[in-house]
């Protein structure tokens, strides 16, 4: 339980700091493996001294079947979770998903903070905003493909490193 809201207190404190103006918009990056398409891959700067941060993207499952995000690696980091972060009778909690995250078909998924996401544990350096990290993702039936995360600003909430239109942190979603 300690565990679970200590980074749950972190990554509170890193939403809750001012969110910084990205210059431009980067284009959308879209990687397909199997019947996924992953959209625009991106992860938040750490100060330093973090030893935890999180991963974000949009997944959508174009197939007939059901895919799992089970894991992944990233060199920077010691391990490597795939996460849930909600809130229940007002307690926030986040907790690894045992089994990975199912990706339905015709489903799109959206891991963003305050949702689903990968967490990038035991960091080995601080990542730093304006860089690109190179990881993988690693799906139970497609299997392991390689990423790029943009690092945006500390405080970012978007994949521009801007703050939604609509003020939301995002979540899961349905596709039609």
């Avoid at 398409?37 to 993207?57: F, L």
Wanted: aromatic share 6%; charged share 20%.
């Amino acid at each position: 339980m300690f565990r679970t809201l200590s980074y749950a207190a972190v990554a509170g404190a890193l939403v809750a700091l001012p969110l910084a103006a990205a210059a431009q918009t980067p284009a959308p990056t879209e990687i397909k493996v199997g019947a996924l398409k992953i959209e625009t891959p991106w992860t938040r700067a750490t100060p330093r001294g973090a030893k935890v941060a999180g991963g974000y993207m949009t997944i959508t499952n174009t197939g007939t079947v059901p895919d799992r995000l089970v894991g992944g690696s990233l060199p920077q980091a010691g391990r490597f979770e795939v996460h849930e972060m909600k809130t229940e009778n007002g307690i926030m909690t986040m907790r690894p998903i045992p089994g990975g995250l199912e990706i339905k078909p015709g489903e799109t998924v959206k891991l963003m903070p305050g949702g689903y996401h990968v967490m990038f544990m035991e960091l080995k350096e601080p990542l730093k905003e304006g860089t690109t990290l190179a990881g993988e993702l690693r799906f139970e039936k497609a299997g392991t493909v390689a990423v790029s995360y943009k690092v945006q600003a500390i405080g970012a909430t978007t994949p521009d490193g801007t703050a939604p239109a609509g003020g939301s942190a995002g979540g899961h979603q349905h596709g039609h």
